[in-house]
């Protein structure tokens, strides 16, 4: 069974920085493209970037510019670095695979507020 666990989030004000973390268990994860999405109150979840197994990314037109994605294959782990922070990015934010072929995991809280 695949775990991913999800960790990083805060209570930011807007114009701040967070980085989220996810590692995942169970997979031979450099074979997987990987992916974070977000969901906020009331709304679908969101895919707002990728990152394939050589490294390289994709970004929603929302986050682009501001938003990191990056991944240690050795540490099964993907991040998302997070600058210039909006209220309107406050949401969980979850990782998975590309094609979200894995079970959800518990998600992160962000929440962007002064």
């Known amino acids: 069974q695949v775990q991913l666990v999800e960790s990083g989030g805060d209570l930011v004000q807007p114009g701040g920085s967070l980085t989220l973390s996810c590692v995942a268990s169970?997979?031979?994860?450099?074979?997987?493209?990987m992916a974070w999405y977000r969901q906020a109150p009331g709304k679908q979840r969101d895919l707002i970037t990728t990152i394939n197994t050589l490294g390289m990314t994709n970004y929603a037109e929302s986050v682009k510019g501001r938003f990191t994605i990056s991944r240690d294959d050795a540490k099964k782990t993907v991040y998302l670095q997070m600058n210039s922070l909006r209220p309107e990015d406050t949401a969980v934010y979850y990782c998975n695979s590309h094609n979200r072929k894995f079970s959800w995991g518990q998600g992160t809280q962000v929440t962007v507020s002064s």
């Open positions: 169970e997979i031979v994860f450099k074979e997987y493209a």
